[in-house]
Every structure is written in C-alpha cells, then in structure tokens.
C-alpha cells in the first residue's frame, strides 16, 4: 500500500481529464494555467511552478527533502489502518503554507461559504463545525476558516450594506414604484422574542424600460408587534429609500383575516419521503405564509381597518393569491374529491418511496426522480404532478402491484375531470409567476377566460366543482372587471388593448378618466432670451425652402386613438413602450406607473414558504440566528452576485 504521506507535484494542480494512455491535462491550483503531460513525466508541472510560483515550487523541494529524511531515518509509516481527524489533517496540510488573509484565494473561499450559507438559508455556526472543517482542510489545505462571528458580524452585514447601497441608487431614477407586503409567522410555541417576518418589496420600472424588483427589508415581529407597528415599520422604509410619495400601488393578501393563506390540493399533499400529511393536521401545524398579514398580525375588525384607512386607495388584492383561493373554495364545493385525492397521495407517495428513479424519471420531471421537493406545495406544482401520474397510471399499477392503493376506473375519471377543470387556472397561474416580466396586464383577460371556460366545461364526476368555482370567481374577482386599473394595463398592453372589451366605447372612457390621473401635460418650453437661430434661418439663402410645420403636442384623446387605431402585436410590453414612448408619451408615462404593479407573489413569499415547510420551527428545528439578514441576502442574491 503506498504512503499516506506521499508527495507529488500534482498536488499543486487539479487533474480535469485522464486519458487512457496516461495523458492527463491539470489546471494549476495557483493561477488556472492548463497543462498537458503524461503522468509518468512531470517535468511540465515542475517547470511551470518552478517559473511562476517560486514559493509554492520551493515548498515542494522542502516536502521531497523531508520525505527523503523521513525513508533514511525509517519513521515513515506505510500504513495508516486508523484515520482520525488529527491524522487527516496532519497529512492534508503538512508543510501547506496557510493564505495570508489578504490573499484572493482566501477571500474567494471565504466569499463562498458566506454564498451557501445565504442561499441554503444555513445556520452561520456551520463553520465551526468538526465535519465542515475536515471537508475545507482536504479541499484547500491552505485555507483559514473564519469563526462564525466573523461572517455574522462582518461579512453577512458588509454585503447587506452593499445591497443597500444599489437599492437606493436603483431606486433614485424611478419615478414611481408599487409595493407588496408579506409576512409569515410561526404557530410554534418558541421561548425567542422572534414569530415572524415581514417583507417589502419594491417593484418598479428602470430607465431602460426593464422591470425590476428588490427586497427593501426583512423585519422580525415579536409577539406583541400589532399592526400599527408593522405600518410605521413600513413607513420608515420607505422613507429610508426614498420612495415615500413615489408609491402607486401596495399589493397585499386577500385572504388577510382568513385563517390561512397557503394552499394546496386538499388530500393531496404529496412527501418525497412517501408520508402522507392529512389537511386538517397539516391546517393546524403550517405557519402562517402569504402575501399580507395573517391571522396573528391582524385580528379583529378595527384594526383590519386601520390597515385600510392607512393605505387607502394605495391597497389592491395579490392577482395570483386571490386565484388560489378560488381554486381552494372550488375544490371543497366537492366533497367527493377529498377520499380521492388523499388515495391519490398514498399511491403516489409509495411509488416515490420504492420505485427506482431511473423508472420515475419515465413519468415524472422532477430533478433527480424524487419528486416535488418539500418547499414546492403549491396547488399547480401538485395538478402537475397528478397529471403526469394520471398519464402513466397503468405502468405505475404494473410496477408497484399494490392492489388496495391502486385507483379504480371512476376514481381516474374523477381526477382527470379535476385536472380538465383546473387546467385554465393553472395556466393562469404559471402565467402571472416571475417578476422579471409585465403580469398585471394578464389578469382581467385571464378572468374572462376561465369565466368561458367554466360555462363550456361538463363534468360527469366531480360534481359541484364548476358551480363552487363560478361562485368563487365571481366573488373574489369579478370587481376587477370594472377595476379602472386593471382596465387601463390591459388595454396599454399591446397584446390586447381593446380586442376583450365588450364595450369599446365605455372602457375607452374610463381609460381616458384614469389615465388623467397620473398625467400632467407637459407645458411648452419657455423661450430663452439668450437663445440663438441656427444659422441657416438667419440666412436668405433658404427661404425658397417651405417651412416645416410646428409640431403640436398630441392631447390624451388623440394619443389613445392613434394607439388603439394599430394593430396587436405580441410585442413585449416594456419594450414596446420604449420604442413609443416619443410618439405616445402620455401614455407610456401612465404604462410605465401601471406596470409596476405585480399580479403575482414575491420572492421573500417564496423563502418564507420554504422557511415554514423545511425548517419546520414547531417541529423543534431552530431557526437560523438573524435570519432575517439571511432572507434579505437570499432575495437580494442576484444584486451580489449576478
């Protein structure tokens, strides 16, 4: 058996091909330089440090010395039958000079780590642990590891500052801006002063017409936040990035006073660890998640109206949650369904658990065939999930042989009626997602479409479902039909402008009356006194030449006709703004504001669920210290590192 102790001049670089003849190609550990050599003539390795790593060349002539002395003194041990921590890093890092803390390498390292941290919303006291650090001292002998106080109270807030220091910046250039409020709390009981979250984030619209939107803050809540602590908190934020004034639109939760504001396919809750959660547990141990206050938060009518009072007109229902709970009220207008789904989730979830995953990976998408992951429970992840199911349901029955979870040929038809019925919603849903893209603009079309498609639709299994979808629709989002708002991004949308209305004429005015709104002419420019004619009007020279005609600026009426006399084009709206914004510029300043209000749910709303479903508080897993520092991070990720 060879040494455990043995140098070679590979271990100054990282073999990234090996072919069979014994010709390798490495990258130096040092500079990246590629390097091609057979493995029994290292002489272009040892010429390369030799010329361009002097030092790390020396301490491998120090290493071959040492182990010569070691041989001619027979102390080298040749096995090494036990391996213990010291051991490993002991032979690891012998004579491996450690990074001065200042070198890139050590940063890039230590950047890193602060990377995964944030992103795996990771305890920072990781670093400390025995098996983390192993792992580094194999990797990168010549690394320091940071104590865990140095990145919580030293590098996490160094990039925290950064993020703040581009918000604003971002923030300085627009000229108005919508807000979406989340917040989560935990039902745990917890002896930490900290249930809950809550998040702003901003949306608006850049210079260059390119939708953008950051995390301004993540607050705790402590027990005894109400909700005039919460709205004050706001308020200091917007102040602190200067966009008090600027505000178009706040976007909250409709489902504010309800008991719960997450939801999922009822009965289907489906576990990559083939468990089975029933909803009425799952109803009384989930965290409070969603796009607004929850129950904890607001309680009570006064105080949800001082919620009211405080933003006014500024407040407008989350497109994407008020669908959602459409689906939810729909759902359980059918009680048959329940039994359904939930066998439907054993089957699943038992397949999960003992089928191969090169077979699941046959029927299902998800990465790596086992799943959905834990976070992802939203209803139009989980029809997915039961479409692909219900499309390979024979192959799976083969492969399992499991005749009492096996679904009988009126529970498949039910559930293909459910996902024919759900198919609209959810198309409307994946729609609205992302925030890199207009989404306001599709709701009001999407509302009309599943309203004909609720009228055409027939079922045979599952009744009840299209009348308590109806009902829910017509409740939840019927207003924003007439909603002048919503009338005004639909029709400034290129795609659509008028081709829905069944009324031209009354929609076009209350278009015009909105977008008088957030208009103001611009007023002619006054002469200057010290201006000079162009020369040529000076001269005679040209009078032959028929003046060009004073160009006069177009009137909103005259704007909105010429825009809705051109044809749809599926251009994308920010862009197609842009390109108008001089012939059309009263509208594009109103498309520009409209815009910014999102229809669907944040980023902060996304790490919030993930927080209540993986971290799982009231199942005794601790929460990460300042976690809040980590959501803004991982919100914010992509202004650090792009």
């Known amino acids: 058996m060879a040494s455990n102790s043995r140098v070679s001049i590979l271990d100054y670089f990282n073999i990234v091909f090996e072919g069979e003849n014994g010709k390798i190609e490495s990258n130096c550990k040092a500079c990246g330089t590629r390097i091609q050599a057979k493995r029994t003539v290292t002489s272009n390795f040892v010429t390369h440090l030799k010329r361009k790593h002097q030092a790390m060349y020396d301490e491998f002539l120090r290493k071959k010395d040492v182990k010569r002395e070691a041989y001619a003194s027979g102390t080298v041990q040749t096995y090494a039958p036990v391996r213990d921590t010291n051991r490993t890093a002991t032979q690891s890092g012998a004579g491996s000079a450690k990074f001065d803390r200042t070198d890139p390498r050590q940063s890039l390292i230590s950047e890193t780590i602060a990377k995964m941290i944030i992103r795996d919303l990771q305890p920072v006291q990781i670093v400390e642990n025995e098996g983390f650090r192993e792992l580094l001292q194999l990797l990168e002998p010549r690394y320091i590891p940071e104590p865990s106080h140095y990145i919580q109270q030293q590098l996490l807030p160094a990039?925290?500052?950064?993020?703040?220091?581009?918000?604003?910046?971002?923030?300085?250039?627009?000229?108005?801006?919508?807000?979406?409020?989340?917040?989560?709390?935990?039902?745990?009981?917890?002896?930490s002063t900290t249930s809950g979250y809550m998040g702003v984030t901003c949306h608006f619209i850049s210079a260059d017409w390119q939708i953008k939107s950051v995390l301004l803050a993540c607050l705790p809540l402590s027990n005894q936040t109400d909700t005039q602590r919460m709205l004050a908190d706001f308020d200091e934020i917007s102040h602190a990035h200067g966009i008090s004034g600027k505000v178009f639109r706040i976007v909250l939760d409709p489902s504010a006073c309800e008991s719960r504001s997450a939801f999922r396919l009822p009965g289907f809750y489906l576990h990559g660890n083939g468990d089975v959660e029933d909803e009425e547990d799952d109803d009384s141990s989930d965290e409070e998640t969603g796009t607004g206050m929850g129950k904890e938060a607001v309680s009570g009518e006064e105080e949800d109206n001082s919620v009211n009072q405080f933003l006014a007109r500024c407040r407008i229902d989350c497109f994407a949650r008020s669908l959602s709970q459409c689906v939810r009220e729909g759902i359980r207008s059918s009680p048959q369904?329940?039994?359904?789904?939930t066998k439907a989730a054993c089957f699943y979830n038992y397949i999960i658990a003992t089928v191969t995953p090169e077979k699941l990976a046959q029927v299902f998408s998800h990465v790596n065939g086992q799943g959905p992951s834990a976070?992802?429970?939203h209803w139009n992840s989980q029809l997915k999930t039961m479409r692909q199911m219900l499309e390979s349901v024979d192959f799976l029955e083969d492969i399992v042989d499991r005749n009492d979870l096996a679904l009988n040929n009126v529970e498949k038809a039910m559930l293909r009626e459910l996902v024919e019925v759900l198919e609209p919603f959810e198309e409307a849903t994946d729609m609205v997602q992302g925030d890199k893209h207009v989404s306001i603009s599709l709701a009001l079309p999407s509302v009309l479409g599943l309203r004909k498609h609720l009228a055409e639709v027939i079922t045979h299994q599952c009744t009840g479902i299209v009348t308590g979808l109806s009902q829910a629709l017509d409740r939840r989002l019927a207003g924003i039909l007439e909603d002048p708002l919503y009338v005004t991004a639909t029709t400034l949308d290129p795609q659509f402008k008028l081709s829905w209305s069944s009324d031209r004429d009354w929609h076009k005015q209350v278009l015009l009356e909105e977008v008088g709104k957030h208009t103001q002419a611009a007023s002619p420019p006054e002469a200057s006194l010290d201006a000079q004619p162009s020369p040529s009007k000076r001269s005679r020279l040209f009078s032959f030449i028929k003046?060009?005609?004073?160009?006069?600026?177009k009137s909103m009426e005259q704007e909105l006709s010429a825009y809705l006399l051109e044809e749809p084009t599926d251009e994308d709206p920010l862009q197609y703004w842009k390109r108008k914004s001089i012939d059309f510029p009263l509208l594009s300043q109103v498309?520009?504001?409209?815009?910014?209000v999102p229809a669907t749910t944040t980023t902060v709303e996304r790490i919030f669920s993930l927080v209540g479903k993986t971290l799982r508080p009231?199942?005794?897993?601790?929460?990460?210290?300042?976690?809040e520092t980590l959501i803004y991070l991982k919100a914010n990720f992509s202004l650090l590192w792009s």
């Open 159 to 191: 990039y925290a500052y950064q993020v703040q220091v581009s918000t604003k910046l971002a923030l300085s250039g627009a000229e108005s801006c919508s807000v979406t409020l989340d917040l989560w709390r935990s039902n745990a009981v917890s002896v």
């Open 591 to 596: 498309a520009k504001k409209v815009f910014t």
């Open 337 to 341: 369904l329940s039994i359904t789904l």
């Open 547 to 553: 003046q060009r005609p004073t160009t006069q600026a």
């Open 375 to 377: 976070s992802d429970r």
């Open 618 to 627: 009231e199942r005794c897993r601790p929460l990460p210290k300042n976690l």
